[in-house]
């Protein structure tokens, strides 16, 4: 059975950073392209970053420079590095193996002063 756990959101004020970590089990994420994904409350899910198999990125425009998408096979783990969070930033984010209906549980990041 394949499961995504993430971890690492919380409250945090304007300007700081958290790192958001995706770790999957019951599959080889090495050969798939992941994904990071936000839904803020009353807004449609929207991806944030995703990273392929060759570990090419892509991140939203409104995140880029300050987000950054990393993944390390060997742990099967996929991070997202968040630095100079802003209140817009709020959101649940969710990590997703993308082309297939794998979702994690989803993880909290709040940014409030």
């Known amino acids: 059975q394949v499961q995504l756990v993430e971890s690492g959101g919380g409250l945090v004020q304007p300007g700081g950073s958290l790192r958001l970590s995706c770790a999957v089990s019951?599959?080889?994420?090495?050969?798939?392209?992941v994904g990071w994904f936000r839904q803020a409350p009353g807004k449609q899910r929207e991806v944030v970053a995703h990273?392929?198999?060759?570990?090419?990125?892509n991140v939203k425009d409104s995140v880029k420079g300050r987000f950054t998408i990393s993944r390390d096979n060997a742990k099967s783990t996929v991070y997202l590095q968040m630095n100079d969070l802003k209140p817009d930033d709020t959101a649940v984010y969710y990590c997703?193996?993308?082309?297939?209906?794998?979702w994690g549980q989803g993880t909290q990041v709040t940014v409030s002063s």
């Open positions: 997703h193996i993308l082309g297939t209906s794998l």
């Open positions: 019951g599959t080889i994420i090495g050969g798939n392209p």
């Open positions: 990273i392929t198999t060759l570990g090419n990125t």
